[in-house]
């Protein structure tokens, strides 16, 4: 049952498999009769929907996915979900999460600035996500944990990157905690060690004090950053730079001339302040925390990530603008999209 117009219309839905994609068919026909848009699927049938069709009713009905290489069968009641993660799973489900089932190559990304920056960084490196079939799905926070069953070597073999946060917090000091480099698709990322975190899930990281990393610095990532790195196969792939998003892309010098124009087109007065505070510091650290605290960290009426991330990307639509792409960034492009993973200047 599908949902169009504030009705509810019965839609007959069955997947074929034709020409390395999955067809619905009884889409178009409902498409056609609702003006060409859906606005959203009745719960059950997009449960039905997004676990192929009721394969869990029968499993002699499997999916088959394009690896890139081969097609294989694929049996979601296959994969094995954390206690509660399944529910949970079904319950971010939506339209526009319900993409991640029919994609060749997925990048998933923490929330809505994240989402409308990515096909804008990557048309900055030269990758056109659209003609690679990436699909760019925000979790709408940390629960990367209930999609990331669903790929991998036991599961959906397709190229998938996520970008998340380091969230760095203060490095302990027990000098047993254990130490690894990071690396970003076998790139080092900004040239920093990156310590695995030794503070555990139940600790409250919200009372540590902030973390404003300096490219070159060695960080001690968040618990949850640390735990997403055990997902990673030859499939998936976790990407994270020295703290958040914006703090990572205001710490190239290039960078925070023209998201102070971008801000100037939400908050012009904000943006006038801002431009002499961050003047004012000595350095790159320095400067992008002064900047990213004036946006985001503020006592009151804090800029809006997702209309910031908007503006920022028409401005970098211009290719006159100089704007450098973090490269932790570019190697979960070029992860998704399976391009060598030298850094674009």
């Known amino acids: 049952m599908l949902k169009a117009g504030g009705r509810l219309e019965q839609a007959r839905i069955s997947l074929s498999y034709r020409d390395n994609w999955i067809d619905v068919e009884g889409f178009d026909e409902f498409l056609d009769r609702n003006g060409g848009s859906v606005v959203e699927f009745d719960e059950a049938a997009l ?16 999916a088959k996915v394009d690896t890139g290489a081969a097609v294989e069968t694929f049996l979601p009641r296959n994969v094995v979900f954390k206690k509660g993660k399944r529910e949970k ?3 971010y489900l939506d339209v526009t999460r319900a993409e991640l089932f029919f994609a060749r190559r997925v990048i998933f990304v923490e929330g ?10 990557a048309k900055r490196i030269g990758c056109d996500l659209r003609q690679h079939g990436v ?12 999609f990331l069953p669903l790929f991998g070597d036991t599961a959906l073999k397709i190229p998938v990157a996520v970008l998340t946060d380091a969230d760095p ?27 695995s975190a030794a503070v555990s899930e139940e600790d409250d990281e919200d009372d540590t004090e902030p973390v404003y990393p300096a490219l070159g610095d060695t960080i001690t990532v968040s618990a949850n950053t640390a ?4 997902y990673e196969d030859a499939y998936v792939k976790i990407f994270h730079g020295l703290k958040t998003f914006e703090y990572d892309l205001a710490l190239e010098a290039t960078n925070r001339t023209v998201m102070l124009k971008a801000l100037a087109e939400l908050h012009p007065k904000i943006a006038k302040s801002l431009a002499v505070t961050v003047d004012e510091q000595v350095d790159d650290a320095a400067k992008a925390k002064a900047l990213f605290c004036g946006m985001f960290e503020r006592p009151k009426n804090n800029v809006q990530k997702g209309s910031f991330a908007q503006s920022l990307a028409q401005v970098i639509s211009d290719d006159e603008v100089d704007f450098t792409v973090p490269t932790y960034i ?16």
């Open 227 to 230: 735990k997403m790195k055990g």
């Open 112 to 121: 809505a600035a994240e989402l409308m920056m990515v096909n804008a960084l």
């Open 135 to 146: 699909s760019v799905i925000s979790v709408e926070g940390l629960n990367f944990d209930s």
């Open 47 to 62: 449960i039905r929907l997004m676990f192929v069709v009721g394969e869990a009713r029968n499993p002699h009905h499997p």
């Open 89 to 91: 799973l079904e319950r």
């Open 169 to 195: 917090v203060p490095p302990e000091a027990d000098p047993k905690a254990e130490v690894g480099v990071v690396a970003a698709a076998d790139m080092p990322l900004a040239a920093s060690a990156v310590e």
């Open 330 to 345: 570019q190697a979960a492009i070029k992860h998704a999209c399976q391009l060598a993973a030298a850094p674009t200047p």
